[in-house]
């Protein structure tokens, strides 16, 4: 029952009823001084009936009162629900700590090196030189560990916020600490590492496997990062970024630009450029690269994403890329390559949902290329890489959640292995996950 509710309703018809009951009061004494003069005995006892009538009434106002004052008392000693406990560092900052703990293993028909648990399709050996087949593998090295902060800056309202996580997949062999999202924020710029403004990870199709299959990219740069909200519904983001091209003298960061826009709230699309200098010694070449991915909700529950790059000379943005420049005397050459993915995610239910794949990378077979390339790599140089992969995920309570996938690829190479002539690569895999997340 709301006994505040309770209170105000009878409060006011109390005052009322009082008011009501003065008046009649002064109206009958009124009446009885004219009736006395002026009526029978009769009329007396009728006047003595009234004045009763208003004593009852007096009396039930009473009661009303008093028990509006017992309520009132228990509303005021019922004490307020506690507020939630927020946690603060001694600057004034708010925080929150989240992560999970993840679990992977993987039975492997056909693949690439035992010492990497996840997706390494461009490189898996050629067909009779060092495959590794009917293998086992697991690890806990995508548990992750993150900070989400915000503080206040200055007057008013404005606060800088900012987000800091790690997990363990660090070093060639994905055993070592990394930092994953080390950034700040304030208005509508940003500092720190976070995902690249030009390969974004939002177009690409669930998988249970932590890194991107082919076709679609998972990389986070340092960058500084700004927003313009054109509308609710339309933003650009530019921004400068350090990809971390090994294989090149950078002198100059990376420039990218990435437009969003919302047609509904089903249907989302997000075009991005980049453009970046590559140096090897003296020869210097610009890189450049577009993009385009879709998300687009057929139906509730069911969700269809895509993601297309078409990139030149650069190997850092776009995962699975063969090397983005080679040089060869005074020349410098670049790679070239189309890539898309594309998946359906279907929800059952609250509880289970599932996704179908497809990845696909073409590159383009550039004769100086090529043939700047040394024998061994060019039997690690990429014509097409493919993979397809089907999963379900079941969550029997929101913390946690449990993946099952099969994923088959193969890769291409420019140049046959020897001895035996293959030229193609296999990775099939069933992969599994468990995951709690807190």
Known sequence: MNTTLFTTTINKPTRKHT?????????MGSMSLSVQAQTTQSSQQEIEQLRQEVQALRALVEQQQRQTAVVTAHVAATPAPASKPVMKIASGAE??????????????????????MYNQINTVPLEGVGERSDEFKSTLSATRLGMD??????????????????DFLGGDKFDNLRIRHAYMSYANWLIGQTWSNFAVPDYLPETVDALAYAGGSVKRFAQVRHTTAFSPTTNLVLAVEDPKDGTIKQRLPAL????????????AVSARAMGHEKR????????WGVGLGAKYDIVPGTTLK??????????????NANTGVVV??????????DSISVGLTQQFNDKLRGTLGYG????????????????????????????????????????????????????????AATPNGSTKGEDNRINAVAIYNF
């Open 19 to 27: 008011l009501l009951m003065s008046m009649i009061a002064i109206s």
């Open 95 to 116: 925080f929150n700590l989240y992560g999970n703990i993840r679990a992977d293993a993987s039975y492997q028909a056909e693949g690439g090196s035992s010492a990497r």
């Open 149 to 166: 902060f915000k503080a206040p800056v200055g007057a008013g309202d404005k606060a800088l916020s900012g987000k800091i996580e790690v």
């Open 256 to 267: 990218t630009a990435r437009l969003n826009h919302k047609f509904a709230d089903n249907f």
């Open 280 to 287: 090897i010694k003296e020869n210097e070449e610009m890189a």
């Open 306 to 319: 895509a993601d297309y790059y078409h990139v030149k000379g650069d190997s850092s943005f776009v995962s």
């Open 328 to 337: 060869a005397g005074s020349d410098l050459y670049q790679s070239e390559f």
């Open 360 to 415: 696909y990378m073409s590159f383009d077979q550039d004769a100086g290329y090529i043939d700047a390339l040394s024998a061994d790599d060019k039997t690690k140089t990429n014509k097409d890489l493919w993979q397809a992969w089907a999963n379900v995920f079941y969550s029997p309570t929101k913390p946690l959640s449990f993946g099952l996938e099969y994923v088959y690829g193969e890769r291409e190479a420019v140049a």
